[in-house]
């Protein structure tokens, strides 16, 4: 049997250039919007106080655009659709279109066609784009990333073996640096330990954590220091573990939406399994929403439709605030779902797809109410 691809007509190269235009003046009039009282005014300010040139200016503005885009893409589609359709049918055009036979598929089939195309570059952007401009940016800035964190060892039981704390890191090298050996012998209340280690410096390879320039205390029972040496070099982990404590380390001084999808999933992998349960669940609730995100493309793309779809004396103010209403709903409600997911009050898959689920209802009471 030979497949065929559907006809391309006039019509849908007429829809599809519509819906275009509208939905890339929305974008452009929303990346205006949320990047002029505050992004541009801070950059401006710091480029008149000297502190880089007019041109770098330029460049660290352009580098926010992946971050603004990631959210204009659903919302420039709603809106695009809305106001086309809206046009449309106060122009008779859509009616015109129902007369000669063609049902409410059809007539949407192109815009289904540039919302999957917004999809996929929502999801490049989210996936690749924001975490390259969040590189270009630090580099531009010369930011180091340092942080203060812990890592602890732990054996089979959970017991911990070892607790290393990181008081500042750039990339690989360390800096005061303290940790605490834990004995063998388990209380109620506490960990008793046996040694405590303070390095100066220290460096983290791939395999092993080399510490330099080590004083350490050795613990007695009753929890008193008993004796005080001097180590040119201490080696605290090795193998997996120290390749481990890097990655865990890196990924907590950056902000979820600069790494991407698949170094993402490895840092939940991670946080799953040194039993961080709270981290884990917002980094994984987090990692889905780079696949459900884009999809509210194609969703908010087809609600724009029906919202769009009215007759030709009806308001369309009422489309256009049930419109606004839902884009504010979806981003003001997203961090609330973080926080359920991270409490472990819902799982991440459902906070993670409660907006697909949503606006699909929605789709649904709308197409029933439109009786199309």
């Known amino acids: 049997m030979k497949l065929s691809l559907p006809k391309i007509t006039i019509y849908d190269w007429y829809m599809f250039r519509q819906v275009a235009m509208a939905s890339l003046v929305a974008m452009l009039l929303f990346t205006i919007v949320w990047i002029a009282p505050e992004i541009l005014l801070n950059t401006l300010k710091e480029a008149l106080a000297g502190e880089y040139s007019m041109k770098t200016a330029a460049v660290l503005l352009f580098y926010e655009l992946p971050k603004i885009l990631d959210k204009a893409f659903p919302v420039s589609l709603l809106l695009g659709t809305i106001f086309t359709f809206d046009k449309m049918s106060k122009d008779s055009e859509i009616t015109i279109f129902r007369a000669v036979g063609m049902s409410f598929p059809r007539i949407i089939a192109p815009v289904i066609v540039l919302s999957v195309i917004f999809t996929g570059l929502c999801f490049y952007t989210g996936d690749k784009g924001i975490a390259m401009a969040a590189n270009k940016t630090r580099a531009i800035y010369g930011s180091v990333l340092t942080t203060q964190y812990i890592y602890t060892k732990k054996d089979d039981t959970g017991h911990p073996l070892m607790a290393i704390i990181v008081s500042k890191s750039y990339e690989r090298k360390l800096r005061g640096v ?195």
Not at 184 to 193: F, M, N, R
Not at 236 to 260: F, P, Q, W
Not at 342 to 364: G, H
């Open 178 to 372: 303290i940790v605490l050996d834990f004995s063998a012998q388990v209380y109620k209340d506490v960990h008793q330990l046996t040694n405590i280690y303070s390095a100066k410096r220290g460096y983290a390879h791939d395999d092993k954590w080399v510490l330099k320039d080590v004083s350490n205390y050795k613990i007695s029972p009753d929890g008193i220091y008993f004796d005080i040496k001097h180590l040119d070099k201490l080696e605290v982990l090795n193998g997996k573990d120290a390749e481990n404590a890097y990655t865990l380390m890196t990924y907590s001084t950056m902000k979820e939406r600069d790494i991407t999808n698949a170094n993402l999933k490895k840092y939940a992998d991670l946080l799953k399994h040194e039993s961080a349960t709270e981290e884990y669940n917002y980094i994984l609730n987090k990692y889905l929403q780079r696949f459900t995100h884009p999809l509210v493309c194609i969703l908010l793309a087809i609600l724009g439709c029906l919202l769009g779809f009215s007759k030709p004396r009806e308001q369309r103010l009422i489309g256009f605030t049930i419109a606004i209403g839902c884009i504010f709903l979806y981003y003001i409600t997203l961090p609330f779902f973080d926080l359920l997911a991270e409490k472990e009050i819902l799982s991440p898959y459902i906070t993670s797809t409660f907006p697909i689920i949503a606006f699909s209802i929605a789709i649904y009471g709308f197409y029933k109410i439109r009786d199309l």
